[in-house]
């Protein structure tokens, strides 16, 4: 899986709901969850057009990503984690998740739930800050306890993850809403 690219794209996709908390920080840093959103990433398989090959999970300290990502605007001085989820049963397919557990793992030939991390955070020009290995989780567990992939769904569950090679470890619990998120459309706006 390639989670970088993936998660990178992620980033420009982030809702809210009650329940949303995390503790530890991720290179020296935490932050309280203030939405929390779920929606189904896409991509092309063999002409049959757009299909759900993953789900995206984003927790930010901010309010309004879900507009902001419809528009194709980014957020600046803001700071989410973000996580892809998806079933991959064999080396040349990835399908939509279901709840269940999803293994952080940084190896590519990995099976079954497989779950990636990072945190992001956007300086005022929208600028990711440096180190991104330090804010990518490297072990970890994500619990999906519950999936609505779809028009007013909704996701719960809890994660525990390892970050970086600083090992920062951070817990907590999720409730988000269902965005649907956009196609990438060009570099977005800075707002």
Partial sequence: MHARI?????AFLAA???GNSLS??????GFTIKEAIIGPVKSSS???GL???AAGLILSDTAGWCDALKANRMKKNTRSM???LTNRPDQSTQLAPAA?????TQQSSALGNLASAQVLDLDGTCTRSSDPDARLATSGLVKLTQLKLEANGTASGELDLTFGPQKDKVTGTFNATYCEFPPT???PSCE
């Fill in 51 to 53: 299909t759900t090959t």
């Fill in 16 to 18: 809210c709901g009650p």
């Fill in 24 to 29: 530890g920080t991720v290179a020296g840093t």
């Fill in 46 to 48: 063999k002409g049959s």
């Fill in 6 to 10: 993936a998660l990178t794209s992620l």
């Fill in 185 to 187: 459309a060009g570099s």
């Fill in 100 to 104: 269940g557990d999803f293994t952080v």
């Fill in 82 to 84: 973000v996580i892809l």
